[in-house]
Nanobody
Framework: QLQLVESGGGLVQPGGSLRLSCAAS????????IGWFRQAPGKEREGVAYISHNGGRTAYADSVKGRFTISRDNAKNRADLQMNSLTPEDTAVYYC????????????????WGQGTHVTVSS
């Protein structure tokens, strides 16, 4: 049915880069805003990045601004998160989510969620 699947997580050294992907099936992303969220152990879920349905607007949490870049390819029904200059504080499970164009960018509400992909930044 309607699914979002994240991929690209793994182990990376501090200062390294990682690219996460979010693939949709069962529905088309072209009418949805996309958000990336993360949750680290013992911490609240944090909205990391947002992109509007047509890519015209993006938003980032202060903690990742200048290091992370969100993008989307509606023809491929996919959204990506490029993460650079990673630090141990970026270690978390990362989730992608899809919501109506009316969502508050880094808050929601988002209607569909993926299962998450683990990102570990460690030397």
């Amino acid at each position: 049915q309607l699914q979002l699947v994240e991929s690209g997580g793994g182990l990376v050294q501090p200062g390294g880069s990682l690219r996460l992907s979010c693939a949709a099936s069962g529905f088309f992303l072209d009418t949805y805003s996309i958000g990336w969220f993360r949750q680290a152990p013992g911490k609240e879920r944090e909205g990391v990045a947002y992109i509007s349905h047509n890519g015209g607007r993006t938003a980032y949490a202060d903690s990742v601004k200048g290091r992370f870049t969100i993008s989307r390819d509606n023809a491929k029904n996919r959204a990506d998160l490029q993460m650079n200059s990673l630090t141990p504080e970026d270690t978390a499970v990362y989730y992608c989510a899809a919501g109506a164009y009316t969502v508050v960018p880094l808050e929601g509400p988002y209607d569909y969620w993926g299962q998450g992909t683990h990102v570990t930044v460690s030397s």
